[in-house]
Structures are given as structure tokens and as C-alpha cells.
């Protein structure tokens, strides 16, 4: 679990919490036609603007906000030390048993393509093109998430505008005016809460996300066609230490 989304989700939502409640009651900022306001209107435009599928599919594209399962870099690096040590002793087969027991696809997939005797380059471009597409897809998911964001305010301030259009329509009648004005700054104010506290720091956390599982990617590759063309393994450690800032360098004797 990424602890950091989970914490500043309390964080955020319990400072605004604690300012109301510092000066009145919550009850009062409660409103269920402006909560369906902004969150109907917000989930219908995001319908209209993407496909069905992509709207249906923002509950895996969040919970990737939530959890990781990617390997660490120092992982990875340990992992192709003993393989390639393991080829250079017993040969490229050697590695076939251990593919079964890799649960990520693709570095499954890259190893299989090696085993199989498949020339590098070859290997390279169908693990370039398994990673265009990866990037692809995590943007995608990534822009709806950010127009979520960005629909949200402009929901509110509709509710707003109809929570006014109420309660001029009805200035003659006093004890209308208060519910009225209400559902037009509540649906402001969760527009922007879940604009700014959920929708916009979430789509960034998927860009940053994807952005390591694009790096991981990116070396899992190197190694696949270090052990594909028989380097040496210090020099694979080397290549692959490249990829992460000095103090995160696996460093061996």
C-alpha cells in the first residue's frame, strides 16, 4: 500500500474538517443535492468525453493510486546478476525452469523471448513496443482522472448557479432563502475539495507512477538483451546501476 496517498487523503480532508468544526457544526455543511450535483454531473460529463470502458475502468485506474506491486530497482539488479551468472556457467536454457516462477509479465515475456534464441534486436523492439503501449494506457488513465478534476469545479459552480436562480425565485418567501443558498456554496465547496484534494493529486500520483514502472520497464529490457547477447555480469550491474541515482546504486565487492 502507498501509505503517502492514504495519509494525505486524512490529512487534507481532516484539516478541513477540523477548521469547520472549529467554528460550527458539520451537519450544517452537509447537502445531498449537491453532492449529487457534483459528483452525477461530474461522472455523466466524463461519460460524454471518454468511452464508457474508460469511465467503468477508473476504479482500477484509482486503485493503483492506493497500491504498487513493482519490484525495487536493487531487486531487479539482484535478479539478473544470478541469471546471467546462471547463464554463463550452464548456458541460455538453464534459465527456462526459472521463468515459471516470475510473476511479472514482462520480464517473463523478455526472458521466454531469449530462451527461445531469438535475436536481439528482435527481442528489443517487441519490448519497445510492450512499453509504448504501457505508457499509453497509464496516460490514458491518467487524463481521466485529471479531467475528473477539472469537471469537478465546473460542476459546483452549476449547482451554484441553480442554488442563486432558487433562491432569487423565492426572496419573497425568507425561510426558502437559507436551504437555497446553501445547495449554491455547498456544491462549490465540493467541487473544489474534490477537485483539489482527490482528482488533480491523484492524477499526478499516476503520472509519477507511471513514470517508475516506465524506468523499470526500461531496465528490465537492458538486462534482458545484456544475458541475451552473454555480457559479462558486472558489466550488466553496471548498466543497470545507471538507471538509478548514486545513493540507490547496488554496490558490490
Keep these: 500500500m502507498d501509505f503517502g496517498t492514504v495519509i494525505g487523503i486524512v490529512l487534507s480532508f481532516g484539516l478541513v474538517v477540523a477548521a469547520i468544526l472549529s467554528g460550527s457544526s458539520l451537519i450544517i455543511f452537509i447537502s445531498v443535492p449537491s453532492f449529487f450535483i457534483v459528483i452525477g454531473g461530474t461522472l455523466g460529463a466524463a461519460m ?28 531487479i539488479i539482484d535478479r539478473f546478476k544470478d541469471y546471467a ?11 527456462e525452469p526459472l521463468i515459471k516462477e516470475i510473476d511479472d509479465d514482462y520480464m517473463r515475456k523478455g526472458l ?12 528489443q523492439e517487441i519490448l519497445e513496443t510492450e512499453v509504448s503501449y504501457l505508457s499509453e494506457r497509464h496516460a490514458t488513465g491518467a487524463d481521466v482522472v485529471a479531467v475528473l478534476g477539472t ?5 459546483g459552480m452549476i449547482g451554484t448557479v441553480v442554488g442563486l436562480v432558487q ?16 445547495v449554491a456554496l455547498l456544491t462549490t465547496l465540493y467541487g473544489a475539495m474534490l477537485a483539489n484534494l482527490v482528482f ?17 520497464r526500461e531496465m528490465i529490457m537492458e538486462g534482458i538483451l545484456s544475458i541475451s547477447k ?3 555480469p558486472r558489466i550488466i550491474e553496471e548498466k543497470l546501476n545507471s538507471y538509478l541515482p548514486p545513493k540507490d546504486r547496488v554496490v558490490t565487492d
Design 48 to 75: 460524454v468525453n471518454y468511452p464508457l470502458s474508460y469511465v467503468i475502468g477508473l476504479v482500477g485506474v484509482i486503485k493503483n493510486t492506493f497500491f504498487s506491486s513493482l519490484e525495487s530497482p536493487r531487486e
Design 85 to 95: 551468472n546462471r547463464a554463463r556457467r550452464e548456458g541460455i536454457l538453464s534459465l
Design 112 to 123: 521466454q523471448l531469449t530462451v527461445d534464441g531469438l535475436e536481439p534486436q528482435t527481442i
Design 151 to 155: 469537471l469537478a469545479p465546473a460542476m
Design 167 to 182: 433562491m432569487l425565485q423565492t426572496m419573497s418567501d425568507p425561510s426558502t432563502i437559507g436551504p437555497a443558498m446553501a
Design 200 to 216: 488533480n493529486p491523484m492524477a499526478g500520483k499516476l503520472k509519477a507512477r507511471s513514470k517508475e514502472e516506465i524506468l523499470l
Design 230 to 232: 552473454g555480457e559479462n
